[in-house]
């Protein structure tokens, strides 16, 4: 169940913090003048709201009078729902919204996973070499596969069947405080719990690096919200993007 926002109370600054933080993994976060911005030139305008707190970030391109006026503190937070800031800003500038839930790895322990009926392979010394023999995922590019399995895109665990890898979690965002997990999984090995087990191994990896660990995903991808429910991931709050 996602959270609804509690009567009364204010904006909590350390869920401020993270869904600042987040957007910046993503997006890329500055500050121009009085507005937010992200960096990313696809983006027209990101918002990311929690039960205490909301930001609005807009992308390169969109002018700042097109966020003047909007009601960003009128809504209680609905968790699901298009936010109407977001859907007034998207009738302006004629653009897409799309969202989905956004959680956060516990940071007073390890996550555990259920075990995986497949071997895992983690992004060390070993695990590296061993990814080395792997016959690259026909998804993958050649230039970004050798990019991840030499952990330059960062720590990655995967589930090995036949010589190829069939789920993958790895870092495609991440900066200096945080890193977003991704998930890849090969369309025959998906529902068979293997996405639980990859991700876990990839936090136990990752957190060695980051202080904070996200998890994100589509309103329409309920596979991919089982994972967060089944490791036991915390709900953020939702993030939503003008594209």
């Not at 809504?75 to 897409?96: D, I, K, M, S």
């Not at 191994?201 to 991808?221: C, I, P, Q």
């Not at 967060?228 to 709900?235: F, H, N, Q, S, Y």
Request: charged share 25%; glycine share 10%.
């Amino acid at each position: 169940m996602e959270p609804r926002e509690p009567t009364g109370g204010g904006v909590d600054s350390d869920e401020k913090r993270l869904l600042a933080l987040e957007i910046d993994v993503i997006f890329g976060l500055v500050a121009d003048g009085a507005q937010v911005r992200v960096r990313d030139r696809q983006i027209r305008a990101v918002w990311s709201w929690s039960p205490r707190a909301r930001l609005l970030a807009l992308g390169p391109s969109t002018a700042d009078d097109a966020a003047a006026g909007l009601p960003i503190d009128e809504q209680h937070y609905a968790p699901g729902e298009v936010p109407r800031v977001l859907a007034r800003l998207g009738e302006t500038l004629g653009a897409e919204v799309e969202g989905g839930p956004t959680y956060v790895f516990p940071e007073d322990r390890a996550i555990g996973g259920p075990d995986a009926a497949l071997p895992v392979i983690v992004s060390d010394v070993k695990g590296e070499q061993a990814a080395e023999r792997l016959m690259r995922p026909a998804d993958w590019e050649p230039g970004e596969w050798s990019e991840l399995i030499t952990g330059q895109r960062g720590e990655w665990a995967m589930a090995v069947h036949g010589g190829s890898p069939v789920s993958i979690c790895f870092s495609p965002a991440a900066n200096s405080v945080a890193a977003e997990a991704g998930i890849w999984t090969r369309e025959d090995f998906r529902g068979r719990r293997l996405a639980p087990a990859v991700v876990a191994a990839w936090s136990r990896r990752e957190r060695r690096n980051r202080e904070v660990l996200f998890y994100s995903t589509s309103a329409g991808n309920h596979a991919s919200r089982s994972v967060a429910r089944t490791l036991g991931l915390r709900p953020l709050g939702w993030l939503w993007k003008l594209l």
